[in-house]
Nanobody, 125 residues
Framework: QVQLVESGGGLVQAGGSLRLSCAAS????????MGWFRQAPGKEREFVSS????????YYADSVKGRFTISRDNAKNMVYLQMNSLKPEETAVYFC??????????????????WGQGTQVTVSS
C-alpha cells in the first residue's frame, strides 16, 4: 500500500520559514516525479513545485520562485519543500504527490497518482 505522509507544517509569522517533508512508503520514489500542491480554504488546489525523478530538474509556480526550494533524497524515499519569506496568503494545506509513470514533471494535479493527507501551514501577519 502506497502512503505519502507530510510533516513540518505549523504556524509561522510572515517572513518566516518552514521546511515540509514528505515520507513515502510502498513506493520507490526514484522512478517518480514528485510535486507539492497547496489548497487554501475556498480555493482550488494549486501547483507549488515539482521535481524530476533524478532531482536534477525543479519547477516552481511563479509566486514562489526564489523563496521555495524543492529537493529529494531517493535513498531515504523523502521529498522536501523549504519555504522562506512566507506570506499570509500562503496559508493553506500543503500536499505532496507522486507522479504517475512516465511523467517527468507536471503542474497538473491530474498527472499525480498518489497524494498525502496534507499538512497545515498557517502564516500570520
Amino acid at each position: 500500500q502506497v502512503q505519502l505522509v507530510e510533516s513540518g507544517g505549523g504556524l509561522v509569522q510572515a517572513g518566516g520559514s518552514l521546511r515540509l517533508s514528505c515520507a513515502a512508503s510502498g513506493l520507490t520514489l526514484s522512478t517518480n516525479a514528485m510535486g507539492w500542491f497547496r489548497q487554501a480554504p475556498g480555493k482550488e488546489r494549486e501547483f507549488v513545485s515539482s521535481i524530476s525523478w533524478s532531482g536534477v530538474n525543479m519547477y516552481y509556480a511563479d509566486s514562489v520562485k526564489g523563496r521555495f526550494t524543492i529537493s529529494r533524497d531517493n535513498a531515504k524515499n523523502m521529498v522536501y519543500l523549504q519555504m522562506n519569506s512566507l506570506k499570509p496568503e500562503e496559508t493553506a494545506v500543503y500536499f505532496c504527490a507522486a507522479g504517475r509513470s512516465g511523467i517527468f514533471w507536471s503542474t497538473s494535479s491530474s498527472d499525480y497518482t498518489y497524494w498525502g493527507q496534507g499538512t497545515q501551514v498557517t502564516v500570520s501577519s
